[in-house]
T-cell receptor, first 112, second 113 residues
Framework: ELKVEQNPLFLSMQEGKNYTIYCNYS?????LYWYRQDPGKSLESLFV?????AVKQEGRLMASLDTKARLSTLHITAAVHDLSATYFC????????????FGTGTRLQVTL | NAGVTQTPKFRVLKTGQSMTLLCAQD?????MYWYRQDPGMGLRLIHY???????AKGEVPDGYNVSRLKKQNFLLGLESAAPSQTSVYFC????????????FGEGSWLTVV
């Protein structure tokens, strides 16, 4: 059974600071997804990482994937208040029709 | 751009009642999914479909049934609702399983009393 663990579960950070969210998973996978969810809203796709060593960046967010370590990171650079949300990683088990197993989420709060 | 549309968005049911959630997508996607999200948790897969006329069980299928009679629609049914099924339900769709973006609907808030 695929297990996905995120940490931290809650992160309070000041504007302008950098931080990293970690996503560990338990079985072989070549595909990992990062989503953002605002309170009461749906999930917004941030990144799709498809291979070992993949790195993608959008604005202040950068995601990477190490399939050998079964680890993905979401790095936040110079955080701003608008980044406050819950971030989920989701792992697609190899050969499973894009069925995703989600982490429990990291609630990010960026304070002034 | 409609994308993935879910109806209804909010519903309150009494224990034992039945209901159907409708998911419609206009992107001609083959794959569709139903997830549930409980407070403080990630999403868990209920059922999914890899094409018209096909369905399969996910991680938490008990108490739910699904149908995919048309490619664009994926229905989730609760035959006899239980308080444990109080949750937010998300539908999702994707083109195929080659790592394309998976799109989510806005969610359906269901309360069973």
């Amino acid at each position: 059974e695929l297990k996905v663990e995120q940490n931290p579960l809650f992160l309070s950070m000041q504007e302008g600071k950098n931080y990293t969210i970690y996503c560990n998973y338990s079985t072989t996978s070549d595909r990992l997804y990062w989503y953002r969810q605002d309170p009461g809203k749906s999930l917004e796709s941030l990144f799709v990482l498809l291979s070992n060593g993949a790195v993608k960046q959008e604005g202040r967010l950068m995601a990477s994937l190490d399939t050998k370590a079964r680890l993905s990171t979401l790095h936040i650079t110079a955080a701003v208040h608008d980044l406050s949300a819950t971030y989920f990683c989701a792992v697609e088990e190899t050969g499973t029709a894009s069925k995703l197993t989600f982490g429990t989420g990291t609630r990010l709060q960026v304070t002034l | 751009n409609a994308g993935v549309t879910q109806t209804p968005k909010f519903r309150v049911l009494k224990t034992g009642q039945s209901m159907t959630l409708l998911c419609a997508q206009d992107m001609n996607h083959e794959y569709m999914y139903w997830y549930r999200q409980d407070p403080g948790m990630g999403l868990r897969l209920i059922h999914y479909s890899v094409g018209e006329g096909t369905t399969a069980k996910g991680e938490v299928p008990d108490g739910y049934n699904v149908s995919r009679l048309k490619k664009q629609n994926f229905l989730l049914g609760l035959e006899s609702a239980a308080p444990s099924q109080t949750s937010v339900y998300f539908c999702a769709s994707s083109w195929d399983s080659s790592g394309n973006t998976i799109y989510f609907g806005e969610g359906s808030w269901l309360t069973v009393v």
